[in-house]
């Protein structure tokens, strides 16, 4: 069976500190990854996706990257945080490509910026 | 674009009462996917069911049910007999096939759940 895992779990930073935050897959093979970022309202929005390795595309600009150096690891980092950053990070996978798959989600990174 | 609207923000009930949770969609896609997730107060947002523009058919699982209506762009999810468990944020989304960008869930801002013993 697949598993996601994303650390860590809840993180405390002061502002225009760096950020890493890591996510890995377990039991699948070239998935597609994807960050979400769900700030106080509640709503998701999508950051980056990866059909690949070192394969990255960007949907919102923002102060935020994102690498995928091996097939089921996918990166989150900052140089320097904002105020705005504030919220919870939450890493999804999904089979192949195409718009029909469902997409399966870790337990998060709640990450406050102070 | 594509749009998912969840109308309702939050809603309680009172344990064993059937609630129902409305979702509208936009979409220019002839094929498109619907979804519904559930985001426990732990975080993690958990799949729920997936249903593809051709699939009219209603579906049930246990206690929960879908509605599909293409006719009124709506997706909406009950359920029967609704216990403390099922307090969560339950969101709506949507996937289309119009090539780039295809990847992407649009999802709704969510409606809020809860259930009062």
């Known amino acids: 069976s697949q598993t996601i895992h994303q650390w860590p779990a809840t993180l405390v930073q002061p502002v225009g500190s760096p950020l890493s935050l890591e996510c890995t897959v377990e039991?699948?093979?070239?998935?597609?990854l994807y960050w979400y970022r769900q700030a106080a309202g509640r709503g998701l929005q999508l950051l980056f996706y990866s059909v690949g390795i070192g394969q990255i595309s960007s949907e919102v600009p923002q102060n935020l990257s994102a690498s995928r150096p091996q097939d089921r690891q996918f990166i989150l980092s900052s140089k320097k945080l904002l105020l705005s950053d504030s919220g919870f990070y939450l890493c999804?996978?999904?089979?192949?490509?195409?718009?029909?798959?469902?997409?399966?989600f870790g337990p998060g990174t709640r990450l406050t910026v102070l | 674009a594509q749009k998912v609207t969840q109308a309702q923000t939050e809603i309680s009930v009172v344990e064993k009462e059937d609630v129902t949770l409305d979702c509208v969609y936009e979409t220019r896609d002839t094929t498109y996917y619907l979804f519904w997730y559930k985001q426990p107060p732990s975080g993690e947002l958990v799949f729920l069911i997936r249903r593809n523009s051709f699939d009219e058919q209603n579906e049930i699982s246990g206690r929960y049910s879908w509605n599909f209506q293409k006719s009124t762009s709506s997706f909406n999810f009950t359920i029967t007999a609704s216990q403390v468990v099922d307090s969560a944020v339950y969101f709506c989304a949507l996937s289309g096939n119009s090539g780039a960008g295809s990847y992407q869930l649009t999802f709704g801002k969510g409606t809020k759940l809860s259930v009062i013993p």
């Open positions: 039991g699948t093979s070239n998935p597609n």
């Open positions: 999804a996978w999904s089979r192949g490509t195409g718009a029909g798959n469902e997409q399966f």
